[in-house]
């Protein structure tokens, strides 16, 4: 099984620029991409962006050009560059990885993330 560290969230000003790290530990399987999603109050869960160990990404259209993901291999982790938040981007924040070994999937607990004057 593997466990995700997340960063903790809290309350943001807009167009801060904050960090959101995750850790995966837990596994020795190889990983084939970690990213965040985000589910806003009443809402769905939906993707922010993903990166896979080769580079290559996946970015939301709501963010794109405002969040960058990257990555280092080496300590399983995937950083989140939230750039000009908005009041839209206010919502709960999931880290996932997705294994190479069957695509096994796991989710980070969440962190709340609330972007206000």
């Known amino acids: 099984q593997v466990q995700l560290v997340e960063s903790w969230g809290g309350l943001v000003q807009p167009g801060g620029s904050p960090i959101l790290p995750c850790a995966a530990s837990?596994?020795?399987?190889?990983?084939?991409?970690m990213g965040w999603y985000r589910q806003p109050l009443g809402k769905q869960r939906e993707l922010v962006a993903t990166?896979?160990?080769?580079?290559?990404?996946n970015i939301a259209d709501s963010v794109k050009g405002r969040f960058t993901i990257s990555r280092d291999n080496a300590k399983n982790t995937v950083y989140l560059q939230m750039n000009s938040l908005k009041f839209e981007d206010t919502a709960v924040y999931y880290c996932?990885?997705?294994?190479?070994?069957?695509?096994?999937?796991?989710w980070g607990q969440g962190t709340q993330v609330t972007v206000s004057s």
């Open positions: 837990g596994s020795d399987c190889s990983i084939y991409a």
């Open positions: 990166i896979t160990s080769g580079g290559t990404t």
């Open positions: 996932n990885v997705v294994l190479r070994r069957y695509l096994e999937t796991y």
